[in-house]
């Protein structure tokens, strides 16, 4: 079991989906500059950085929602910055879970897998194979707005796993949940990842979520966002919640971010 903390540039995975110098604008403003990042074949790395500092919008141009101003995103080896939203699919989960309310679990699923093109002959095997694994398989015929939001949640992550995605993106999906429904949804993410390891970009600002989940953590500056810090997290799974070790680096990390996300630090420099 090893623990490195690492500079930005030595992440070595083989990376299958690669953005480089990528910078991101808001008419004059810019939201992003000149990001590395590198996401390998399996791997599930979390984006942890203050409010405002371009988290969101990292997730948009990855879901070929926004065009990033200078860079270039290369997946598999192609070049796809130009039509990212075509050549790599992804299945997204907001904080909210920006379910359909007049559509039952079932529909909601169909309808996302009807837009990323599944096959219907598969789409009864993804349903029940998806809500099982998110534990609300029973739920599958009732409407959203009788469940509780822990299992709109469920249903709306199991949603972005049915429609195969090459990328899982995740914006602060837990933020919206108490801390024991979203601790006990989390576990089951580390568990799940034992039999299905869909490549994950996971933003939040938790940072113990982070260390818990992620095999790898970028820390972003204050906006517009810069990569500070990168760590390997080398942790068999399934991992323990309050595992000494992630507590540690978590006060670590905490202490250390502090300085750079502050805004009363910047102005005493
Ligand atoms: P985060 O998700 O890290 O909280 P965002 O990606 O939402 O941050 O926003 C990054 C920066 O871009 C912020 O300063 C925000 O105000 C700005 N921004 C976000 N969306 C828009 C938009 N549609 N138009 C203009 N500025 C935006
Ligand atoms: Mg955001």
Redesign the pocket.
């Known amino acids: 079991m090893t623990v490195h903390l690492e500079s930005p540039t030595s992440a070595e995975q083989m990376g299958f989906l690669d953005l480089e110098g990528i910078s991101?604008t808001?008419?004059d403003?810019t939201?992003?500059r000149d990001i590395d990042l590198r996401i390998g074949e399996n791997e599930f790395v979390s984006i942890i950085?203050?409010?405002?500092?371009?988290?969101?919008?990292?997730?948009?141009v990855l879901a070929g929602l926004k065009s990033p101003a200078t860079g270039q995103i290369t997946y598999r080896a192609n070049d796809v910055t130009a039509d990212v939203g075509k050549r790599l699919r992804t299945g997204y989960v907001f904080q909210d879970h920006r379910l359909l309310p007049w559509r039952t679990v079932r529909r909601n699923i169909e309808i996302a897998m009807h837009s990323a093109g599944i096959p219907k002959t598969e789409w009864d095997s993804q349903i029940e194979r998806y809500l099982s694994l998110l534990q609300v398989r029973e739920h599958v015929d009732t409407w959203p707005m009788k469940l509780s939001g822990g299992q709109r949640q469920r249903v709306s992550i199991a949603r972005a796993l049915a429609v195969r995605p090459d990328l899982v993106l995740m914006?602060?999906p837990f933020s919206g949940l108490d801390e024991v429904t979203g601790r006990t949804i989390r576990v089951e993410l580390d568990r799940m990842r034992l039999t299905s390891a869909t490549p994950t970009l996971f933003?939040t600002?938790s940072i113990r979520e982070a260390l818990f989940l992620s095999d790898r953590i970028l820390v972003?500056s204050r906006?517009?966002?810069t990569v500070l810090k990168e760590i390997t997290i080398d942790l068999p799974r399934p991992r323990a919640y309050g595992d000494p070790l992630l507590v540690r680096l978590e006060e670590e990390l905490v202490t250390e971010v502090l300085e750079v996300w502050e805004p009363a630090a910047e102005t005493q420099q």
């Open positions: 991101i808001y008419g403003k939201a992003v950085g203050p409010s405002g500092c371009g988290k969101s919008t990292l997730l948009h914006d602060e933003v600002h972003l906006g517009p966002a």
